[in-house]
């Protein structure tokens, strides 16, 4: 392979971790860096969007302080578009000051600081049965964020809910204080869920009384996106993305090989072989509680208000850019991944599947691997 380590990446974020260390380690104990124009890897790791963040380039000996300089600046732009942006917990980021303002009662004076663009406005809201309306202008990235979310809305005939933040809060599954919200706490939050009552027109959003949003299906997929462009204006063309079980390639003309986990076995549910794409998991497995004997989990079912009944413990969603490298549609593997585990059976999720295939848009989607809960794994291709 030329100098080359053709990395084998595995979809669990420790142990992808623990494999990518291991496998670096022996790359660059090989003896490959000895001359300038020997390919050796340079990698970073960091912690933002609330995971792990792994960052691998494979340059020149002469090029590594360069590209080892590109990854740290990576690094630094993840963390800049959480906090200006996309981090729904800190009220000085956009999302987190709508929801901020959002869970509180404002008057027409009220703004949000700096963070977004305009005042809000709002009806009064005093007719019987009339819900207030609070406007935003908001910044172009939120509102692709928001464009997106809204559509996948539509097509998932409203499983995937941007504003499922209240049913996210309630059933905080990673709290150590965790307990199991009553039936009139989830009628309650359940009420503010509903993407039907939030409205886009160019950068202005319309959000209903107390209506919050999550990019929590969507951010990894948009910030890989964002880097993929990053590292390919700045010329460097042969590097490994993982955020947190987002994992872009890119430049490997003799193919990276991504292993994709399994949860239910110590095998790997399938592996892929790409030199340019998005592989992308989402499951029931990856954050959850017991309480009681009753295991719950985090993907929130906004039909019902409860974690997903679902026969599908994992979804993975894989991408192929290769021929494609404008597509539109594959940073959207992130959301799709947690549509496909919230369609509950293999039937739904082969549903889905036939669907996004007969559009030409998805032409790039290359596979779709589940994996069920009596231990099946499928594979759509």
């Known amino acids: 392979m030329g100098g080359r380590l053709k990395p084998i990446r595995k979809i669990s974020v420790a142990l992808l971790l623990l494999l990518l260390i291991v496998v670096l380690q022996a790359c660059q104990s090989s003896g490959t860096g000895t001359s300038s124009d020997a390919e050796i890897t340079v990698y970073r790791t960091g912690y933002c969007f609330d995971t792990v963040i792994t960052l691998t380039a494979y340059t020149s000996q002469a090029e590594s302080e360069a590209a080892s300089q590109l990854l740290e600046d990576a690094l630094l732009l993840c963390q800049e578009y959480e906090v200006k942006y996309l981090d729904r917990f800190d009220e000085e980021s956009e999302v987190g000051a709508i929801n901020a303002a959002q869970r509180q009662e404002i008057s027409e004076e009220e703004t949000i600081d700096d963070v977004v663009d305009d005042d809000l406005t709002t009806d009064d809201g005093s007719a019987a049965g009339v819900t207030a309306e609070y406007i935003y202008e908001v910044s172009d990235i939120c509102r692709d964020l928001i464009e997106a979310g809204l559509y996948y809305y539509e097509i998932s005939g409203g499983s995937f809910d941007l504003t499922i933040t209240p ?22 939050a359940k009420s503010l869920v509903d993407s039907d009552r939030v409205t886009l027109s160019g950068n202005t959003l319309t959000l209903s009384e107390g209506q919050q949003l999550n990019f929590g299906g969507i951010a990894k997929g948009y910030m ?37 986990t399994n949860p239910l076995s110590e095998d790997y549910a399938a592996t892929v072989s790409l030199s340019d794409g998005y592989v992308v998991t989402s499951g029931i497995y990856e954050r959850g509680a017991e309480v009681d004997g009753v295991c719950y989990h985090h993907i929130i079912d906004p039909a019902t208000g409860y974690p997903a009944d679902t026969e599908i413990v994992s979804a993975t969603v894989v991408m192929d850019i290769s021929d494609d490298p404008d597509s539109t549609v594959a940073w959207h593997s992130d959301v799709l991944s947690t549509m496909f585990a919230l369609t509950k059976t293999q039937e739904g999720a082969y549903d889905l599947w036939q669907r996004l295939k007969a559009d030409e848009n998805y032409h790039v989607l290359l596979q779709v691997i589940l994996v069920l809960e009596d231990g099946t794994v499928t594979v759509f291709d």
């Open 167 to 188: 049913l996210s809060d309630l059933w905080n599954v990673t709290d150590e204080d965790f307990t199991v919200p009553t039936s009139e706490q989830v009628a309650e």
């Open 224 to 260: 890989c996106e964002v880097l993929r462009q990053y590292f390919t204006e700045n010329g460097l063309s042969h590097v490994i993305v993982n955020l947190g079980g987002n994992v872009f390639v890119m430049g490997g003309e003799e193919g990276y090989t991504v292993a994709v």
